[in-house]
């Protein structure tokens, strides 16, 4: 599930990104940012303060581990078009994959202890739960719309 609220997070990253080139695809991608970031700030109950301390480190992280996965992704597109892959390249681009889940662990751990100077104890346990529901919610969304 953790791995899964990651690559929602990265998702939201990526559409934040693609927002800028201005297609019609993009609007529906920054109104779901715009929401995610809405609900936080609802159901973790942060104050004006708050916001303006945490909400550009959340997005800073959400940068950072979009970056990750977008470094895997594109190490595997550029194996997947070869004709004939070696080994050693196969090993890499499954090593980025596999190794996106540690580095987003450890990018997760940096930011928890820079969100703890600023959100109480109850507040970082309540930004986990937003976070996830979140991720339901845009499964059930999804779900429904096939």
């Given at each position: 599930?953790?791995?899964?609220?990651?690559?929602?997070?990265a998702?939201?990253?990526l559409?934040?990104?693609?927002?800028?080139?201005g297609n019609?695809?993009?609007?529906?991608?920054?109104?779901?940012?715009?929401?995610?970031?809405?609900?936080?700030?609802r159901?973790?109950?942060?104050?004006?303060t708050?916001?303006?301390?945490?909400?550009?480190?959340?997005?800073?992280m959400e940068?950072?581990?979009?970056?990750?996965?977008?470094?895997?992704?594109?190490?595997?597109?550029?194996?997947e078009?070869?004709k004939?892959?070696?080994?050693?390249?196969?090993?890499?681009?499954?090593s980025?994959l596999?190794?996106?889940?540690v580095q987003?662990?450890e990018i997760?751990?940096?930011y928890?202890e820079?969100?703890?100077?600023i959100?109480s104890?109850?507040?970082l346990?309540?930004?986990?739960?937003?976070?996830?529901?979140?991720?339901?919610?845009m499964l059930?969304?999804k779900?429904?719309k096939?």
């Amino acid at each position: 599930m953790k791995r899964f609220v990651f690559m929602i997070i990265a998702l939201l990253a990526l559409t934040a990104t693609v927002s800028a080139q201005g297609n019609s695809r993009s609007r529906f991608s920054t109104d779901m940012y715009q929401a995610k970031h809405e609900m936080i700030i609802r159901e973790v109950g942060l104050t004006q303060t708050q916001q303006k301390q945490f909400m550009p480190l959340y997005e800073q992280m959400e940068r950072e581990i979009y970056q990750v996965n977008r470094n895997a992704r594109t190490l595997a597109a550029e194996v997947e078009k070869k004709k004939n892959p070696t080994d050693k390249e196969y090993e890499a681009a499954a090593s980025a994959l596999s190794n996106t889940r540690v580095q987003e662990g450890e990018i997760e751990a940096k930011y928890f202890e820079k969100f703890s100077k600023i959100l109480s104890k109850k507040q970082l346990f309540l930004l986990k739960q937003a976070e996830a529901k979140f991720t339901r919610e845009m499964l059930s969304k999804k779900k429904g719309k096939k």
